[in-house]
Nanobody, 121 residues
Framework: QLQASGGGLVQAGGSLRLSCVES????????MGWFRQAPGKDREFVAT????????YYVESVKGRFTISRDNAKNLVYLQMNSLKSEDTAVYYC????????????????WGQGTLVTVSS
């Protein structure tokens, strides 16, 4: 089970940190990813991190602003979001899968329930 948290309302230029905890499975067996879905749009890939945490990959629009990390001892994956923009407003989902640098929904087997991030301009 994946449980995401940390969303909320923030002004443009501000920061938020999302967290996602995995329970019931072996966390280090999985690539972890973050996706988001803005109102009226399809869900899109945001970032992914390798099993050990040494390799990360981002969608171009968040590079330099967002950082994905994981704590394998605590079964947690994080998404630190800085310099937030109104276009970052979305429901953010964490996901667990097996495909290295997976960028598609199909690359992930398990999904959290989503946490809403609203950026006001």
């Amino acid at each position: 089970q994946l449980q995401a948290s940390g969303g909320g309302l923030v002004q443009a230029g501000g920061s938020l940190r999302l967290s996602c905890v995995e329970s019931g499975r072996t966390f280090t067996d999985f690539i972890m990813g973050w996706f988001r879905q803005a109102p009226g749009k399809d869900r899109e890939f945001v970032a992914t991190i390798s099993w050990s945490g040494t390799d990360t990959y981002y969608v171009e629009s968040v590079k330099g602003r967002f950082t994905i990390s994981r704590d394998n001892a605590k079964n947690l994956v994080y998404l630190q979001m800085n310099s937030l923009k109104s276009e970052d407003t979305a429901v953010y989902y964490c996901a667990a899968g097996q495909y290295y640098r997976g960028k598609s929904d199909k690359d992930y087997e398990y999904w959290g329930q989503g946490t809403l991030v609203t950026v006001s301009s």
